[in-house]
């Protein structure tokens, strides 16, 4: 018997994320679908300390914070969380396909 393969990817969809840091150097975003590297997902400032960054993401629920030089920091703007293994807290981001 043999297994018909689907070949379509799951359908991704293109996740806006911010952050306001005027004084930040570096700002990257890092989580769940990046394996949390800093270095995948580096944040470009659009003017006066808004840092942005757009990411297609399958369908699925993802932990992430920002690395702003050197440090994490928790998304202010989203009261979505969920403790981690270090006593602190990861945003949660969730990716439906309509």
Do not use: C
Not at 30 to 40: E, L, Q
Not at 57 to 71: C, H, M, N, S
């Amino acid at each position: 018997m043999s297994k018909i393969r689907s070949k379509s990817k799951p359908q991704r969809r293109r996740v806006v994320f911010s952050f306001r840091a005027p004084e930040a150097d570096v700002v990257a975003l890092v989580g769940s679908f990046n394996d949390w590297d800093p270095r995948r997902h580096p944040m470009h400032n659009k003017g006066h300390g808004l840092w942005k960054k757009t990411v297609a993401l399958a369908p699925g629920e993802y932990e992430y914070k920002f690395w702003i030089d050197g440090q994490w920091k928790e998304d202010p703007r989203n009261n979505r969380t969920r403790p981690n293994p270090f006593g602190t807290s990861n945003n949660l981001a969730a990716v439906y396909i309509e």
